[in-house]
T-cell receptor, first 114, second 113 residues
């Protein structure tokens, strides 16, 4: 079945770039999403990319999509301690009865060291 | 701005109680979802709804039911709470369009004693 895989942990130093990677299996996914979850809070939508795009940039965030390899990445430039959180990758489901359903990875915990 | 509100941030109940978790969205979204989040297991979909009075089972519906009497409100019901239902519960909503990202509430941390 469909699956979304992410590494569980990433540690970087403040000011460095962070790259969080994700692989997915459903080649018919229309949209792919990145969410951020701070401790004790819900998931906050960070950005999303349409499957016919290769890249999307939004301030410090850059999303890269390699559709051939089914690989999605989120780059955070100039990482700050406030970026410490869990980051979830998600893909849209596109078969019968699944309108609006997403498949989530298990999340990557980003730790930013001062 | 998008707003999904869950009625409680923290809740403590006893085994066997009937527990109601409420979720309200103000974006006129058609779709609403209930997840639970546990360490190491990520988000697991319990139930979802595409429209008023409609409901669909997710991946782990056992021990839960839902109610959607109005478009803006989606309730999760634990019929007889058990300790293995101690978890973080997240509600989300999304519009019925192609982009349709889900928007989440702040979550309810439920403890069953």
């Amino acid at each position: 079945g469909e699956d979304v895989e992410q590494s569980l942990f990433l540690s970087v130093r403040e000011g460095d770039s962070s790259v969080i990677n994700c692989t997915y299996t459903d080649s018919s996914s229309t949209y792919l999403y990145w969410y951020k979850q701070e401790p004790g809070a819900g998931l906050q939508l960070l950005t999303y990319i349409f499957s016919n795009m290769d890249m999307k940039q939004d301030q410090r965030l850059t999303v890269l999509l390699n559709k051939k390899d089914k690989h999605l990445s989120l780059r955070i430039a100039d990482t700050q301690t406030g970026d410490s959180a869990i980051y979830f990758c998600a893909e849209s489901m596109n078969y019968g009865g699944s309108q609006g359903n997403l498949i989530f990875g298990k999340g990557t915990k980003l730790s930013v060291k001062p | 701005d998008v707003k999904v509100t869950q009625s409680s941030r923290y809740l403590v109940k006893r085994t066997g109680e009937k527990v109601f978790l409420e979720c309200v969205q103000d974006m006129d979204h058609e779709n609403m979802f209930w997840y639970r989040q546990d360490p190491g297991l990520g988000l697991r979909l319990i139930y979802f709804s595409y429209d008023v009075k409609m409901k669909e089972k997710g991946d782990i519906p056992e021990g839960y039911s839902v109610s959607r009497e109005k478009k803006e409100r989606f309730s999760l019901i634990l019929e007889s709470a058990s300790t293995n239902q101690t978890s973080m519960y997240l509600c989300a909503s999304s519009p019925n369009d192609r982009v349709g990202p889900q928007h989440f509430g702040d979550g309810t941390r439920l403890s069953i004693l």
